[in-house]
């Protein structure tokens, strides 16, 4: 059933606000997914602060024109009905869910991004999602530099070790 103008008018505005909050956004084709598989990953999705919703293109387009006139472009050029994930809160945590996903559920595609004000296209949107999180580059960063303080000890203590198994050897 075709929408009304006030429905659409409604869509278009709520589209807007979505789009003025988020960090960032994914685009993925989802045909083939079955009713509880999407309601899995919206739910997945909403406990990263995300949004999985279907939007048809034109309205997207219309709500798009205003904030970015490539991305409204872009929009237009995506196959089939695509949904979008909007992330309002880490940029890369949906992203990583999405690629996780569609790792797993081979109907899932990501077929574009939105990242840091650009469109990306399907390649560099899944290079994003496989961009390690932001713990675990700071875990990676205080392991190199604590990395040359930890040999600096053990090669300090392996000659007290030495020392004492030496003296310990001579009183035997």
């Known amino acids: 059933m075709p929408f009304t103008k006030e429905q659409?008018?409604?869509i278009i505005e709520k589209l807007k606000k979505d789009l003025d909050k988020q960090k960032s956004m994914v685009f993925v084709d989802f045909k083939g997914l079955t009713t509880p598989e999407i309601l899995n990953l919206k739910q997945d999705l909403k406990k990263l602060g995300a949004k999985f919703a279907v939007i048809k293109k034109t309205l997207f387009r219309i709500a798009s024109k205003d904030i970015d006139k490539d991305l409204s472009e872009k929009i237009e050029g995506l196959e089939g009905q695509p949904a979008v994930v909007f992330s309002f809160e880490d940029e890369m945590?949906?992203?990583k869910?999405?690629?996780?996903?569609?790792?797993?559920n081979e109907k899932l595609k990501i077929i574009g991004g939105f990242f840091e004000k650009l469109f990306r296209d399907k390649e560099t949107t899944i290079q994003f999602a496989q961009i390690p999180s932001r713990p675990e580059l700071f875990a990676k960063l205080v392991g190199s530099l604590?990395?040359?303080i930890s040999k600096l000890d053990n090669a300090l203590i392996y000659n007290m070790r030495a020392l004492t198994s030496?003296?310990?050897q001579i009183k035997k």
């Open 93 to 95: 945590a949906p992203a």
């Open 166 to 168: 030496v003296l310990s």
């Open 97 to 104: 869910n999405i690629y996780n996903f569609a790792k797993k």
């Open 146 to 148: 604590m990395a040359p």
């Open 8 to 10: 659409k008018e409604k």
